[in-house]
């Protein structure tokens, strides 16, 4: 019999080990540019990265994370002939819808630099982003055909390899001279190799049959894929409007300076969300497999977990990030981006409502109702298109930060209630309040040290952080939230 709980446990930590390391690259490409280029100028390339990645939810129109939901139905029935033609079908649409943004994007360039950016160098940009994004596009299809098969390694390893390319050209372009060309050469050449790295993975090694599988022009897999991929554009569609509402407004009435700062905070709150992300890239495949065989017991059994372990390992982590904000902002940064740190911790907040909302985004795509997550992120994106009209032109990006935390929260309360009319559910009501108060005593506590201590900043934070982790842990025992005999049984259930 499979261990699922080993299985998920393992596929989820290959994810966070992975885009962990990812995200640590990641970061360093903001490191380096922060450092490299003006504020105005990390403003001006993010403004326009987050101004093409408008555009994202319309490059495959949902196709590509479609092939999560139907590889392993297509798999689990050998059916390996619709596998392939679903595939090309996903590159197929990406390539012509593709095509049009990019001639879009070309045309209203100049107007574009002109009257919004308000910036020459933006024109250049516009038109090489753009390109980088067509390429980019078909990535995409090969990062969620891993997922489907399950190839978790692959999966994760391709944001990973990204993020080195990156990183490594933007240095060689900073050292040659080409400043805030650099990171658009980089995101340039970065998909390039990855086609054609994991393109060859991807058909040689993971899936064999591609090359004996009969392509089909079957009217009722273009149908069944496009209504679920429709679905799936249209959440997209709203989670990239959520995502990028901020920074749009921001570069119209508070400038590039401002969008350079918050480029800063909103990227260091979302580090918290690789860890829904991760169970998500496992719990996504696994559920579509249970739901298909009628195994609601252990979709059950395995969501009730992950909503009760997930508040213990996040609540911690984002309040520890909200009692060092200006220390990690200065850090990273530098004193130039200290202004930030505020922002941060109301965003960071958000995130723990993050983490419940992504566990229940994924149950609803596993099970086929990805409607449902479009419904949650349209509530959430127009109330966070609304509350920034009000808030961004008067407060900036504290104003900014407020909505989208707020919009988190309703994403987190409507997909709990929502979930529950497709499983009998048990949420861990109890134990998240009780781990909430035990986070409390973690703040208070580091508080209190901070006050007590006066070391070398290095030395005094990591010494804070062990001794407030031991306080944690400590709560978590006396409050009856863990127990030892959980522990052993559930080491016993990964190692079996």
């Not at 003006?38 to 408008?54: P, Q, T």
């Amino acid at each position: 019999m499979i261990n699922y709980t080993k299985f998920a446990v393992k596929g989820a930590s290959i994810v966070l080990i992975f885009s962990l390391v990812a995200a640590f690259f990641g970061y360093l490409v903001r490191l380096i540019l922060a450092r490299g280029l003006s504020i105005e100028e990390f403003g001006l390339f993010y403004s326009i990265f987050a101004f093409l990645g408008m555009f994202g939810a319309f490059k495959s129109l949902g196709l590509d994370k479609a092939l999560v939901k139907f590889i392993p139905e297509f798999k689990h029935k050998k059916q390996f002939g619709k596998i392939k033609s679903a595939m090309i079908y996903s590159i197929f649409v990406q390539f012509v819808t593709n095509i049009l943004i990019l001639i879009f994007v070309y045309a209203f360039s100049k107007f574009l630099s002109d009257n919004y950016f308000h910036d020459p160098r933006a024109d250049i940009i516009l038109k090489l982003m753009a390109i980088a994004l067509f390429i980019d596009g078909f990535i995409s299809i090969i990062k969620f055909s891993f997922q489907g098969f399950k190839k978790m390694v692959y999966f994760s390893n391709i944001d990973l390899v990204r993020m080195v390319i990156i990183v490594l050209t933007i240095a060689i372009g900073f050292k040659l001279n080409y400043g805030i060309l650099s990171p658009v050469i980089a995101y340039l050449l970065s998909p390039i190799i990855l086609i054609i790295i994991f393109g060859f993975i991807l058909i040689k090694k993971v899936f064999p049959e591609f090359s004996k599988s009969k392509f089909l022009v079957e009217k009722k897999l273009m149908k069944s894929v496009s209504k679920y991929g429709i679905f799936v554009m249209a959440t997209t569609v709203g989670a990239i409007v959520l995502g990028y509402t901020d920074i749009i407004m921001l570069t119209y009435f508070s400038g590039l300076t401002a969008v350079g700062l918050y480029s800063v905070a909103l990227p260091t709150s979302k580090i918290f969300l690789f860890f829904p992300r991760a169970l998500g890239g496992v719990l996504f495949p696994l559920t579509s497999e249970f739901w298909t065989a009628g195994k609601k017991s252990l979709i059950k059994e395995g969501l009730e977990s992950l909503f009760k372990y997930s508040m213990i390992i996040i609540v911690p982590s984002v309040l520890v990030m909200f009692s060092f904000s200006d220390i990690l902002i200065n850090l990273l940064f530098g004193t130039s981006y200290i202004s930030a740190s505020d922002t941060l911790k109301i965003l960071s907040i958000g995130m723990i409502f993050g983490t419940l909302s992504g566990i229940s985004t994924n149950f609803f795509s596993g099970i086929g109702k990805p409607q449902i997550n479009s419904k949650i992120i349209y509530a959430a994106a127009i109330f966070n298109l609304i509350i920034n009209l009000v808030l961004i032109p008067v407060w900036g990006i504290i104003g900014a930060a407020i909505s989208t935390t707020i919009s988190y929260i309703i994403m987190a309360v409507l997909g709990l209630t929502k979930i529950k009319k497709f499983i009998v559910l048990s949420l861990p009501i109890r134990y998240w309040m009780k781990t909430l108060v035990a986070g409390i005593i973690l703040t208070l506590s580091i508080h209190l040290l901070k006050k007590t201590i006066h070391w070398n900043v290095f030395f005094e934070t990591v010494l804070i952080l062990i001794l407030s982790s031991v306080v944690y842990v400590s709560c978590l025992f006396l409050f009856k939230v863990i127990t030892m005999k959980e522990i052993k049984e559930l080491y016993s259930r990964i190692t079996n």
